[in-house]
């Protein structure tokens, strides 16, 4: 998908739990893998970041040098929310881990269809206590 969007892309953030770690050699494996498919534009911006809540975990040289409060563009994201929808997902793990992988893709896309729908269906709604 990056191939596809990339050659207008003038910024990319990474945002990963250990960014530090995966961030290593990213440009080696990036060509290694995908070199002869697509090259990324050399004006391309690329920023690597610890969502904060696995910040803390991290030592003080990560703090520093992936924080999100210190990226030019991140505002105030805390970065975590691709791992919001684990509590709805984690207990599929245990019905679909002895299915095919076609039957497993199949329920997993229905779940997902699911939450989405669940999303757009809740959307501007307002919690009255």
């Given at each position: 998908?990056?191939?596809?969007?990339?050659?207008?892309?003038?910024?990319?953030?990474?945002?990963?739990?250990?960014?530090?770690?995966?961030?290593?050699?990213?440009?080696?494996?990036?060509?290694?893998?995908?070199?002869?498919?697509?090259?990324?534009?050399?004006d391309l911006q690329v920023t690597f970041v610890i969502p904060k809540f696995h910040l803390e975990a991290h030592g003080e040289d990560c703090k520093c040098t992936f924080n999100l409060n210190h990226t030019v563009g991140a505002a105030r994201t805390c970065g975590e929310g691709i791992e919001a929808g684990w509590a709805d997902t984690n207990p599929a793990a245990?019905?679909?881990?002895?299915?095919?992988?076609?039957?497993?893709?199949?329920?997993l896309d229905d779940l997902f269809g699911a939450i989405n729908w669940r999303k757009i269906k809740t959307m501007g709604m307002i919690a009255c206590i």
């Open positions: 998908m990056l191939g596809a969007t990339a050659k207008t892309l003038k910024t990319l953030t990474f945002s990963y739990d250990i960014c530090c770690a995966w961030s290593v050699n990213f440009w080696q494996r990036l060509e290694n893998m995908y070199g002869d498919v697509y090259q990324v534009p050399d245990l019905s679909t881990r002895e299915m095919s992988l076609t039957y497993r893709h199949e329920v």
